[in-house]
């Protein structure tokens, strides 16, 4: 079974343009989260989707979105990047809901470079 | 705020059992405990999880303490492709949210 799939694996991009990221879970997971890794903070928790609709969501400013599609495939979006943006980007895909347990499976990443 | 707390680095030496250690005191009943490990600059890569009982997979061992107030992952035979930034997290309550910590550098040296 393929795994999570993120496009592009890296990007550039210039301070006040906006990026669109992409996430493919593993076929028959419902619920994708998306991370932010930096070097200061970490990973951080920025949203979930499950059915298309968000179900939590992180502290980060409105200028992070995200969305699902009904074959459960995530966008997130960034607008008016600002050099801080610059990190590792990082999906995650669940079976299902969060009561059972499922164990969640990472994607490789989508490396950001804000300049 | 991660809920969990972790020695910053570890040393194991190849082919020992490497046991990292977690407290999460402040866990609630329902919340389930999960351990993922990130090697550099790739995604990180699901160990295993579990709520109250002490769970075994192929790749590891997770004991949980009867109070559920702290937990050991036990890499039973170490090589060095374990060497590794290891995270316990406890999975907040009815949500699919990982808070993750600063984690435990897992050094396997040969």
């Known amino acids: 079974k393929a795994g999570v799939t993120q496009t592009p694996r890296y990007l550039i991009k210039t301070r006040g343009q906006q990026v669109t990221l992409s996430c493919s879970p593993i076929?028959?997971?419902?619920?994708v989260s998306w991370y932010q890794q930096t070097p200061g903070q970490g990973l951080q928790f920025l949203f979930e989707?499950?059915?298309?609709?968000?179900?939590n969501k992180g502290n980060f400013p409105g200028r992070f979105s995200g969305r699902q599609f009904s074959n459960s495939r995530s966008e997130m979006n960034v607008s008016t990047l600002e050099l801080g943006d610059s990190a590792l980007y990082l999906c995650?895909?669940?079976?299902?809901?969060?009561?059972?347990?499922?164990?969640?499976?990472f994607g490789p990443g989508t490396r950001l470079t804000v300049t | 705020d991660a809920k969990t707390t972790q020695p910053p680095s570890m040393d194991c030496a190849e082919g020992r059992a490497a046991n990292l250690p977690c407290n999460h005191s402040t866990i609630s009943g329902n919340e389930y405990v999960y351990w993922y490990r990130q090697i550099h600059s790739q995604g990180p890569q699901y160990i295993i999880h579990?709520?109250?009982n002490n769970e075994t997979n192929e790749m590891a061992s997770l004991i949980i303490t009867e109070d559920r107030k702290s937990s050991t992952l036990i890499l039973p035979h170490a090589t060095l492709r374990d060497t590794a930034v290891y995270y316990c997290i406890v999975r907040v309550a009815s949500t699919n949210k990982l808070i993750f910590g600063t984690g435990t550098l897992l050094a396997v040296q040969p």
């Open positions: 076929s028959g997971h419902r619920s």
């Open positions: 989707y499950f059915s298309e609709t968000q179900r």
């Open positions: 579990g709520l109250k």
């Open positions: 995650a895909s669940s079976l299902a809901g969060a009561a059972q347990g499922y164990e969640q499976y």
